[in-house]
């Protein structure tokens, strides 16, 4: 079978949902037997996300092979429990990087090099290259921002012309939003037609239309969009509003999504779309048994996106205890030793959160001390471990001026600090970072052997600071161990395995885990709290 092509585009406004629908498609798909991955096409000039404030993008996912990508693609993973890669992420500004560095080699033999044909035969590589190496039955590409976007315009014509080229096997989804008028009581569909007409503008007919609504589509509304948008009736589907985004692949599975997909490629269905493990997913979501309050402390809570894969590992693992976590977001900054008693009153476990950065630190340590000292279930993450470190060296081992020198470049007691690997390529903004999947080998009789049932287990890594092993004796003597390291030695997971629950990992754990697979470490860390 030849591989099938389906492009998502949106109109009207942005964040309506254009991952979502894409991770349901792909879900349903994949219950159908089809292989699928998703791919995510944005319009900005950087060359990844991970040099973008979490203000402006909320939070940089990291893929297996260390690709800083856009959270979309967490959404990706956690629907379909496939892992994405480099080549799903694609920004305006890797195509343009990657056309320069091709005109610079000499590449094009002194042509002018234009928009078209040149960054429009690149961005139809990235497409096709799923089909051409790996051969998926489909290939969703999500198109960033919506339909009339200047920047968004080389995407689109792009779309077009592979759309003219691969014939039968590419359609596109357009997901458009149909706002209610209170005052008349009634939806309106002219934003939708709107949309759609600045698509045919740019050469592109949406064989499906996903609507965003609030409230239920009426007979007549499907029947004015299927007219003027040019599409059939049983192609205009209707995306309400969901009390969980986990909802939207049985919402998509009834309104026919995945069937008016195959019909359109000529294909029947090779079985039913099984959902049970969804199914079963949400029917513990919807009715916990248990319910539990914990905190996360960090520096952007105010924009809780900043941590979307956070909250999504808690759901996971949340629901596979039959138990509600529910989140107070504590802003970092507002925490220090006198108020932190008043502030973490009443939450049976603390997690303190990734990040870059000094603003907040302090207040990390603070929340850190308090838990350490009254026995409260603590899981750190990346800059949350180090934290736990810094504390640990301060108020334990007394060196009172200890610190990490991404803070303080002059402490006397480095505890976490830059490796020399790592100093010699300083010069390179991303040179210092440590990205993607690395192995992490795990110590006998270690709350993280027990957490996870193996000895060998890879996690991926965004952060570029790490332990200093310098000082791993005089932290194991006073009961702080370390108890995962890689294969370069480099500290992993560090515990106080006198204390309820202590673990801090340097890596990402939220990354990994699913609706099929919660992640092991969420799991424990949850579990410990609804004990406490």
Same mark, same amino acid.
């Given at each position: 079978m030849s591989t099938k092509y389906i492009f998502v585009t949106g109109g009207v406004a942005s964040s309506l949902g254009k991952g979502i629908i894409s991770a349901s498609l792909a879900r349903l798909l994949l219950a159908r037997g089809h292989s699928v991955t998703i791919q995510k096409l944005d319009p900005y000039i950087n060359i990844n996300p991970g040099t973008?404030?979490?203000?402006?993008?909320?939070?940089?996912?990291?893929?297996?092979?260390?690709?800083?990508?856009?959270?979309?693609?967490?959404?990706?993973?956690?629907?379909?429990?496939?892992?994405?890669?480099?080549?799903?992420?694609? /920004?305006? %500004?890797? =195509?343009?990087?990657?056309?320069?560095?091709?005109?610079? @080699?000499?590449?094009? $033999?002194?042509?002018?090099?234009?928009?078209i044909p040149h960054i429009t035969d690149e961005i139809k590589n990235r497409i096709l290259h799923?089909?051409?190496?790996?051969?998926?039955?489909?290939?969703?590409?999500?198109?960033?921002? /919506?339909? %009339?976007? =200047?920047?968004?315009?080389?995407?689109?014509?792009?779309? @077009?012309?592979?759309? $003219?080229?691969?014939?039968?096997?590419a359609l596109c989804i357009h997901l458009a939003y149909i706002p209610y008028i209170a005052a008349a009581g009634e939806l309106k569909t002219k934003p939708a037609q709107h949309s759609v007409k600045?698509?045919?503008?740019? %050469?592109?007919?949406?064989?499906?239309?996903?609507?965003?609504?609030?409230h239920k589509l009426s007979d007549s509304n499907r029947s004015k969009l299927a007219l003027f948008c040019n599409v059939e009736k049983s192609c205009v589907i209707e995306s309400i509003d969901a009390k969980s985004i986990y909802?939207?692949?049985?919402?998509?599975?009834?309104?026919?999504?995945?069937?008016?997909?195959?019909?359109?490629?000529?294909?029947?269905?090779?079985?039913?779309?099984?959902?049970?493990?969804?199914?079963?997913?949400?029917?513990?979501?919807?009715?916990?048994?248990?319910?539990?309050?914990?905190?996360?402390?960090?520096?952007?809570?105010?924009?809780?996106?900043?941590?979307?894969?956070?909250?999504?590992?808690?759901?996971?693992?949340?629901?596979?205890?039959?138990c509600r976590v529910k989140v107070k977001w504590i802003h970092s900054e507002d925490l220090n030793d006198k108020n932190v008693k008043s502030q973490l009153k009443g939450l049976s476990g603390i997690l303190v959160a990734p990040g870059f950065g000094q603003r907040g630190i302090e207040g990390k340590i603070s929340a850190i001390k308090y838990v350490r000292e009254n026995n409260i279930p603590f899981f750190g993450i990346c800059l949350g471990m180090q934290c736990a470190v810094v504390e640990f060296a301060r108020n334990v081992l007394k060196l009172r001026n200890a610190h990490s020198s991404e803070m303080n470049e002059n402490t006397q007691f480095p505890v976490i600090d830059l490796m020399q690997d790592q100093k010699d390529n300083i010069g390179l903004f991303s040179g210092t970072m440590r990205l993607g999947a690395y192995d992490c080998f795990l110590k006998e009789d270690s709350l993280a052997k027990k957490i996870y049932k193996k000895s060998k287990i890879s996690e991926r890594h965004r952060h570029r600071y790490e332990f200093n092993n310098s000082f791993a004796d005089a932290f194991k003597n006073a009961?702080?161990?370390?108890?995962?390291?890689?294969?370069?030695?480099?500290?992993?997971?560090?515990?106080?395995?006198?204390?309820?629950?202590?673990?801090?990992?340097?890596?990402?754990?939220?990354?990994?885990?699913?609706v099929e697979k919660p992640h092991p470490l969420f799991v424990a860390f949850v579990k410990a709290a609804m004990s406490n």
């Open positions: 973008l404030n979490p203000y402006e993008h909320g939070e940089c996912y990291v893929t297996e092979d260390g690709a800083e990508t856009d959270l979309d693609l967490g959404h990706y993973e956690r629907f379909t429990n496939e892992p994405t890669s480099q080549a799903n992420s694609v /920004t305006t %500004g890797r =195509i343009y990087w990657s056309v320069i560095q091709k005109e610079r @080699r000499g590449e094009y $033999l002194g042509e002018t090099v234009q928009v799923f089909g051409q190496t790996k051969k998926y039955d489909f290939v969703i590409t999500e198109i960033g921002g /919506t339909v %009339g976007d =200047i920047e968004g315009l080389p995407f689109i014509e792009a779309l @077009r012309q592979l759309r $003219l080229e691969l014939g039968k096997n600045l698509l045919l503008e740019q %050469g592109v007919q949406p064989d499906i239309i996903v609507c965003r609504t609030e909802e939207v692949p049985l919402m998509m599975r009834a309104e026919g999504l995945d069937v008016q997909v195959l019909k359109k490629f000529g294909m029947k269905p090779k079985n039913d779309a099984d959902l049970k493990v969804w199914s079963a997913f949400l029917k513990k979501l919807y009715n916990p048994k248990h319910e539990v309050k914990i905190g996360l402390v960090g520096k952007y809570v105010e924009l809780q996106d900043a941590y979307k894969s956070i909250s999504e590992a808690f759901i996971h693992a949340g629901t596979s205890l039959n009961g702080m161990v370390a108890t995962g390291e890689n294969s370069s030695g480099l500290v992993e997971i560090m515990e106080i395995p006198k204390h309820k629950f202590f673990i801090g990992v340097q890596f990402h754990p939220e990354y990994k885990s699913t």
